[in-house]
């Protein structure tokens, strides 16, 4: 069996049963049907990408799947992930500033 099929397989075992794990991993529990009418396998094969899409899972098996990444590699996802992040706070400072003065009642002008 590949890597890959295992990790599908592991994605779509029974969680366990407490209460906090029920409701955000019943997505998951219920699976996704693809329903083959008259024989048209291109049309299911649509319904089950767009449904897949809609699901998150193949975002949950990419961000999941586990290789071996070199010590540069790593340094260089670092940095980016911290460069977003900077990015992020300081968009969202921005905002938080002009958000304050339009509540206070000055106007800006972008």
């Known amino acids: 069996m590949s890597h890959i099929a295992k990790h599908i397989s592991s994605i779509f075992r029974l969680p ?16 996704i049907r693809v329903r083959v ?4 396998l291109e049309s ?8 897949m899409d809609s699901s998150g899972i193949e975002r949950l ?4 799947q586990t290789y071996h990444l070199k010590n540069s590699q790593k340094r260089v996802l670092a940095r980016q992930r911290l460069e977003r992040r900077i990015q992020s706070e300081d ?3 921005k905002l938080k500033a002009i958000l304050f003065k339009k509540l206070r009642g000055y106007v800006t002008t972008l």
Do not use: D, H
């Open 37 to 40: 009418n008259n024989g048209n």
């Open 91 to 93: 968009f969202n400072r």
């Open 16 to 31: 366990s049963l407490s209460p906090a794990s029920l409701s955000c991993e019943f997505q998951q529990l219920r699976g």
């Open 61 to 64: 098996i990419k961000r999941e």
């Open 44 to 51: 299911a094969l649509r319904v089950m990408k767009r449904k």
